[in-house]
């Protein structure tokens, strides 16, 4: 039995108010808070968990998330703000269409042409969120924006009821690190 340490940094990307820190503040915090202040500047949030292989190695990761956080409009702030991600979620508001029009106009193309090498290789996952309200988008359009993106999947998540929240990190973290068939000793 082998225990291997990870540190992984994740960024969270898309328009304002598609629910970003909200889906962070559930995965690192396991509850939705309604009640933060819309944040100011960049934000750190740091999960540690520890997972394990079939055969009972252990992988300890240690991920910061960033959140971008009203930084949005200052391209040398994005920069930094890419800089050295290892995974990148982009998240569309189910109830805004242009929500997702945006991802494929401005944020995929925004980090391929500011992340520096890493935007070569970091995995992109699409967040479909706020899953429990009624949805402005069909699932066919999202397929379409993914497939012409080099999105590396499509994950349906609500962070106000929790919907596949962790199952997206937990694919973020298995597609980072290359290791398929980990599973989370505890969340
Ligand atoms: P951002 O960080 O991308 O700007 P926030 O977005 O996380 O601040 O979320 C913006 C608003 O959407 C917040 O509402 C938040 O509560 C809500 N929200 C986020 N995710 C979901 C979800 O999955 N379902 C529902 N129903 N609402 C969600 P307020 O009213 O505080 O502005
Ligand atoms: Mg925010």
């Not at 930084?71 to 979620?89: D, H, I, N, P």
Request: proline letters at 2%.
């Amino acid at each position: 039995m082998t225990t291997q340490i990870y540190k992984l940094k994740i960024i969270i990307i898309g328009e304002y108010a598609a629910g970003k820190t909200s889906l962070i503040k559930n995965f690192v915090e396991g509850a939705y808070t309604k009640d933060y202040r819309p944040t100011i500047g960049s934000n750190l949030f740091i999960k540690k968990l520890a997972f394990k292989d079939k055969i009972d190695n252990e992988y300890f990761f240690t991920i910061t998330v960033w959140d971008i956080a009203g930084q949005e409009k200052w391209t040398s702030l994005r920069q930094t703000y890419y800089r050295g991600a290892q995974g990148v979620f982009v998240v569309g508001d189910l109830t805004r269409k242009n929500s997702f029009e945006q991802i494929e106009n401005f944020w995929i193309k925004d980090f391929k042409e500011f992340g520096g090498t890493c935007a070569k290789s970091a995995p992109i996952i699409l967040l479909a969120n706020k899953n429990d309200l009624t949805p402005e988008i069909k699932e066919e359009q999202i397929r379409g924006i993914a497939e012409r993106n080099g999105v590396f999947k499509v994950i349906y998540t609500s962070a106000k009821t929790g919907y596949h929240v962790n199952e997206a990190f937990i694919a973020m973290i298995r597609s980072c690190s290359g290791l398929e068939d980990i599973t989370p000793i505890s969340i």
